[in-house]
C-alpha cells in the first residue's frame, strides 16, 4: 500500500555549523510539535548514554539517521532532522524522502555562535565553514 501523508506532514531540516543552535532549535520545535528528532550524533552515543565521536562510524551513522527519518515519514510522523549539512548533497537523500512521501519540505539554518557541546575543535568548524554551500533557491 503507497504512503498518504497527513495533510499537514512535513520534513525540516535544520542545518548549522557545530555551535549553531540545531539541536536546540529541534529539541525545542519537537517538544512544540510533537514532531520526530533525529540526529546523526544520536547514533554516536555509546553504552553508558555518552557522545563518542568516531569519524570510522560516520558514514553508518549518517545512513542510520536517514533509515530512522524514511521509517518516521512511513509512519506518517513529522520529522526534524538537525544536521550540519555544510553541503547540499549531504541534504540530498531527505530531499529526496520529503518528495517520494509528498510532505511540505522546510529548511532552516542556524548562524549562531554558541559553544558547541561536542568540543568540534576550531580549525575543524572553520573548514566547515569555508565548504559551506548556499542553499539553492528553490529550498529557501
Not at 555551535?19 to 512544540?32: E, H, I, M, R
Not at 551513522?61 to 526534524?80: K, P, S
Request: aromatic content about 8%; proline content about 5%; charged content about 25%.
Amino acid at each position: 500500500m503507497a504512503h498518504r501523508p497527513k495533510p499537514s506532514q512535513s520534513l525540516t531540516l535544520i542545518r548549522g555549523l557545530p555551535g549553531s543552535g540545531k539541536s536546540t532549535l529541534a529539541t525545542a520545535l519537537a517538544a512544540q510539535t510533537g514532531a520526530t528528532h533525529l540526529e546523526a550524533d544520536q547514533f554516536m552515543v555509546d553504552r553508558a548514554g555518552a557522545y563518542r565521536f568516531d569519524p570510522r562510524r560516520l558514514r553508518d551513522v549518517h545512513q542510520t539517521c536517514e533509515n530512522a527519518c524514511n521509517d518516521a515519514l512511513g509512519a506518517g510522523n513529522n520529522v526534524i532532522v538537525a544536521n550540519t549539512f555544510t553541503e547540499i548533497w549531504e541534504m540530498q537523500a531527505y530531499l529526496d524522502m520529503a518528495e517520494r512521501f509528498g510532505v511540505t519540505l522546510q529548511i532552516i539554518e542556524c548562524h549562531a555562535p554558541f559553544d558547541n557541546t561536542h568540543g568540534v575543535p576550531n580549525d575543524k568548524i572553520k573548514i566547515m565553514r569555508d565548504r559551506w554551500e548556499t542553499l539553492p533557491e528553490k529550498y529557501r
